[in-house]
């Protein structure tokens, strides 16, 4: 079997996996949703602030679903992989001719066709209630790659968290801290609006802001070089980051084993 | 009675042990709310410049009266979740069978919930006051605060409770928990009520927790209001509550505590 056709049967079946587990498609489709809902609803006002970059919080917060819906799927998915390490599918599929890196793209692939279906689904929903996106269709399907990169690199910290720990409970334990990025970050508020120095500070510092701002860009600006140019170049360094080490972990992994 | 209260204590003082005793579930308690309040609080201060808003004793008490109800709520949610592992365990099984009044476990995981969010409450009070929180409250403002989210931690016990009790799977955590996160963000979370936008606006009007929110907010301002109506409320869902928690003990002695 050749290396294509292997990952093309771990991505099935991951994506197969996922959708068997109502709770791990229904909720990364449905909450950033419902938190962009109240958000939006609660801080529309916040568009009065002087400086404020447009007149629709909605389309401010559109890029919010795009990063939380990728923290799910990447926590799901992390958790699957370690599932079988856990009930010791890993170690039958070490005894089969499957090369590891079939495994981690497999694993990867079945993660990027569940984050491409949710960033479809949020643009969807986002232009259903009016959201216009001001780079238009080129700048849409910018976003989109963007979007897929951005659940590659989180999907590759999820694996992993899952080959280096072997543990769903420790995989689980991941989201409060891949939360705290998100929530501190520019995600509620511009940067230069943010009033708290030590929060303004942290937000800068922190990757997912500039991860936010260029799907915010695309949306609300139209093309902005810089946001651009600073999120995929977060996204790729974070995929190869993860990538690398994922690859490493699973050699140790299957040398365990 | 005394029967009621020795079950209660026993079962409030393991709920309390366990919870205190294992860090994956007493960490994400305290972590989260205090989280909540640092990127509400911390982040969004500048909200408090929003034409037409205006909090007499500054956003970080405003976001203050929000986290201290959810982190009560959920204190009574995550009690819930203990209550499952206790029925998927056969924990609950064994405790069915010794209790001689079956009533004395219910109000012992209230127990356990209350000391639970005891803990949190304090530990976000004192990150606030260092955070520089203003109170304009008077000691009785204080004190009514802190019961009336007393009251809250009761209610989402008693609902979590009701439906642990009827399922007793860990499987039906995300029905505990997403009517209590979707209630409380479905008030005015970030600016008052009048500021929301329209459609949400409407849905907080008819939501409880706006009412709890408000008499929080004044009381931590000084300014007491909608006091009778918040209190009201909370002890009419306590009453309701209490019904469906009860009402799910019997489905689970009916099913054998299986």
């Known amino acids: 079997m050749s290396l294509a056709s292997q990952v093309l049967h771990l991505a099935r079946r991951s994506v197969i996996r996922t959708l068997r587990q109502p709770a791990n498609w229904i909720t990364p489709l449905v909450f950033p949703l419902a938190l962009m809902a109240v958000n939006s609803g609660g801080l529309q006002a916040a568009t009065t602030l002087p400086g404020f970059p447009t007149d629709s919080f909605v389309a401010f917060f559109l890029a919010f679903p795009f990063i939380q819906g990728a923290l799910f799927s990447t926590v799901n998915a992390g958790v699957d992989l370690a599932r079988d390490i856990q009930t010791g599918f890993l170690n039958r599929l070490a005894l089969t001719p499957m090369q590891s890196t079939a495994l981690l793209v497999g694993h990867l692939g079945g993660v990027i066709v569940m984050g491409f279906v949710q960033a479809i689904w949020y643009l969807a929903v ?5 959201v216009r996106i001001e780079a238009g269709v080129l700048g849409t399907v910018v976003l989109l790659v963007l979007a897929v990169l951005i659940v590659t690199a989180f999907g590759s910290f999820g694996a992993l968290a899952a080959l280096r720990t072997g543990s769903t409970e420790a995989v689980h334990s991941l989201f409060p801290v891949f939360f705290v990025f998100l929530f501190i970050s520019s995600m509620n508020l511009p940067r230069n609006l943010i009033e708290t120095e030590w929060f303004q500070v942290a937000a800068s510092l922190n990757p997912v802001s500039y991860l936010i701002e260029a799907i915010r860009s695309l949306v609300i600006q139209g093309w902005n070089e810089e946001a ?30 | ?8 204590l ?29 990127a509400f609080a911390g982040g969004l201060s500048r909200v408090n410049d929003v034409p037409g808003f205006q909090f007499p004793v500054g956003y970080t008490a405003f976001q203050f009266v929000f986290v201290l109800l959810q982190s009560a709520a959920f204190a009574g949610v995550f009690t819930g979740f ?36 005891a803990l949190t409450a304090t530990i976000l009070t004192s990150v606030a ?46 029905l505990m928990q997403l009517p209590v996160f979707l209630s409380l963000f479905f008030a005015p979370v970030f600016v008052p009520v009048e500021l929301l936008a329209g459609w949400l606006q409407t849905i907080a009007h008819l939501n409880p927790v706006t009412l709890m929110l408000a008499a929080g907010r004044s009381l931590i301002a000084g300014q007491p209001a909608h006091i009778v109506g918040a209190f009201g409320a909370a002890f009419a869902l306590i009453a309701f509550f209490a019904v469906w928690a009860g009402r799910g003990l019997r489905r689970a002695e009916a099913a054998g505590a299986s």
Not at chain 1, 126 to 130: C, K, N, Q, S
Not at chain 2, 1 to 8: I, L
Not at chain 2, 13 to 25: A, D, E, G
């Open chain 2, 129 to 174: 006051m260092l955070a520089g929180m203003e109170v304009g409250g008077n000691g009785v403002d204080v004190f009514a605060l802190y019961t009336l989210a007393a009251l809250v931690n009761v209610i989402g016990l008693l609902w979590s409770a009701g439906v642990a009790m009827r399922f007793r799977t860990l499987q039906a955590a995300p």
């Open chain 1, 126 to 130: 986002g232009l259903a209630i009016g």
């Open chain 2, 10 to 38: 026993a079962v409030g003082w393991r709920t309390l042990h366990n919870n205190f005793t294992t860090p994956s579930l007493l960490i994400p308690g305290i972590a989260f709310p205090m989280f909540f309040f640092v």
């Open chain 2, 82 to 117: 203990g209550i499952v592992r206790d029925f998927e365990t056969g924990f609950a099984r064994r405790l069915m069978v010794a209790a001689p009044d079956r009533r004395g476990i219910l109000l012992g995981y209230g127990f356990g919930a209350l000391g639970r969010w």
């Open chain 2, 1 to 8: 009675m005394r029967s009621v209260f020795s079950v209660a």
């Open chain 1, 228 to 257: 651009l140019a600073l999120g995929f170049a977060i996204a790729i360094g974070l995929a190869i980051v993860g990538l690398t080490l994922s690859s490493l972990s699973l050699r140790t992994r299957l040398a365990r084993t």
